[in-house]
């Protein structure tokens, strides 16, 4: 009887690969403040990474073809008295981005094409409503110009951005501090861990509780939750021996975990990045210095170890690139900024495949920056499906120009070429002797060298 010993996956070979030296952004001093956040934004234009600074809060915004040593007067988005905590660029429009800080406010900024070329001071938006720290944003997938934030003061907020308002407060559910907070696929619920052990998934114009786990980890340790496929839920914690821990469960019943994994015993939280078109989740651990990944499925046991990414230094963040900003080209599925001390170095994680054609498989349709849904209508009660692409599009051929240049004009030459066919021949005699005159130059000099060998 034939034995099914290695499940099949065309995931189980992905590997990571930190980029060379010459394609890291180097000297930038990364944020000391001990806040769980990713530290990071990416999109398809930029990266944006917090970075110290005296007297208020700033973050770092360079074009990605911007690598290399980074100077030291390099502007800065400065407009915040406070440390900035969290940052997070808008899916809809690669120009935007949010940050919340420790001053209580969540400001919108507009990065010009091209990069800064001096500090930005003066925000679009100034979102004010938070009384404590503003730890956690996450802009909606789907809806244009929402934003939700998550601060200190244990409520969340709910802004449409283009009127500067708080159209939503969240604020009598939370009793304790909220770890995190994070939208489903198309952005109908909310999904919040908090301090007080409990994983909620919330409406998020109503502001009711649909469902609630009591303890899904044992530890007293920070908790993160993300939304997978199909409406389940995979959270990251602590045992009560601080032991980490990966679930997953089924939100129409949060009994009992569909699984529950232990990993190590390391104390960093573990920051969950699921790719909803791979079914791949990547596991990150500030401090650590790997990222272990994971395919979830249907079948038992649900979450099923792929591998892990290993390096020498550990990671004070970690930015995520969107699937639209990949390089197909190279089956490349998923790229990490990961952030050092006085660096930020992407990762790029890769599906070996011997074929230099584009891979439908590993990029089904994806989600695009259009929004489905504007502000006030999904305030009002509308929801808008993801819009997807093609990544097909954005596939450059790798075949190269010059050779296909050449067939082109061969056949373009053809009529013409018994007329230069004299020429010609007088290039390739001219070769010949050449040639010739190489290869007496390498006989002589073959010869001295036995000569002052035999010596």
């Known amino acids: 009887m034939s034995r099914k010993v290695v499940r099949t996956s065309k995931f189980r070979h992905v590997f990571g690969q930190a980029v060379k030296a010459d394609q890291c952004y180097d000297d930038i001093r990364i944020s000391q403040m001990t806040w769980d956040s990713n530290f990071c934004s990416v999109n398809p234009k930029f990266v944006a990474m917090i970075v110290d600074a005296s007297g208020g809060g700033a973050f770092i915004v360079l074009p990605l073809s911007k690598t290399g040593r980074i100077d030291m007067s390099q502007p800065t988005v400065c407009g915040h008295t406070g440390p900035v905590l969290d940052i997070e660029f808008c899916p809809h429009n690669d120009n935007i981005i949010a940050s919340g800080s420790e001053d209580c406010s969540v400001m919108i900024w507009e990065i010009p094409e091209g990069g800064l070329i001096s500090p930005l001071k003066d925000p679009v938006v100034k979102l004010e409503g938070h009384s404590k720290r503003v730890g956690i944003l996450s802009w ?3 809806a244009h110009n929402v934003l939700m934030s998550a601060g200190c003061d244990n409520v969340v907020i709910l802004w449409n951005v283009a009127r ?5 407060r969240i604020d009598s559910v939370h ?14 619920q909310i999904l919040t861990a908090c301090k007080d052990k409990k994983l909620r998934v919330l409406d998020p114009r109503k502001g009711s509780v649909i469902k609630e786990k009591d303890k899904p980890h044992e530890g007293s340790r920070p908790i993160r939750a993300v939304f997978v496929s199909d ?3 995979l959270t990251t914690g602590f045992s ?8 997953l469960w089924d939100p129409n019943n949060l009994d009992e975990p569909l699984t529950l994994q232990e990993l190590d015993t390391s104390s960093g939280v573990l920051l969950p990045f699921f790719d909803p078109d791979t079914g791949v989740v990547y596991l990150c651990g500030k401090g650590d210095s790997s990222i272990r990944y994971f395919e979830v499925t249907d079948e038992a046991p649900y979450v099923h170890y792929l591998s892990m990414y290993s390096s020498k230094e550990s990671q004070k963040g970690m930015g995520y690139m969107p699937k639209r900003g990949l390089e197909v080209n190279k089956c490349e599925i998923a790229r990490f900024y990961k952030l050092h001390e006085r660096k930020c170095e992407p990762v790029v994680m890769t599906v070996p495949r011997k074929s230099d054609l584009f891979q ?3 990029y089904p349709d994806t989600i695009g920056p259009e929004p489905s849904v504007e502000a006030d209508d999904w305030f009002a009660g509308k ?3 993801p819009i997807l692409i093609s990544l097909k599009d954005g596939f450059v051929a790798t075949t190269k120009n010059k050779e296909f240049k050449v067939i082109k004009s061969l056949m373009a030459t053809t009529s013409s070429s018994s007329n230069n066919r004299q020429s010609d021949c007088g290039d390739v005699q001219a070769l010949q002797n050449e040639v010739k005159e ?12 036995s000569e002052l060998e035999s010596n």
């Open 383 to 385: 929801d808008g499906e």
């Open 175 to 188: 009793t304790d501090l909220i770890y995190s907070a994070s939208w489903n696929r198309n952005g109908s």
């Open 231 to 233: 409406g389940k839920i």
């Open 140 to 142: 909606h997938p789907t």
């Open 240 to 247: 009560r021996m601080s032991e980490r821990q990966v679930a």
């Open 438 to 449: 190489l290869r007496e130059m390498v006989e002589q000099l073959t010869k001295r060298v």
């Open 164 to 168: 500067g308002e708080a159209a939503v």
């Open 360 to 362: 439908e498989d590993l």
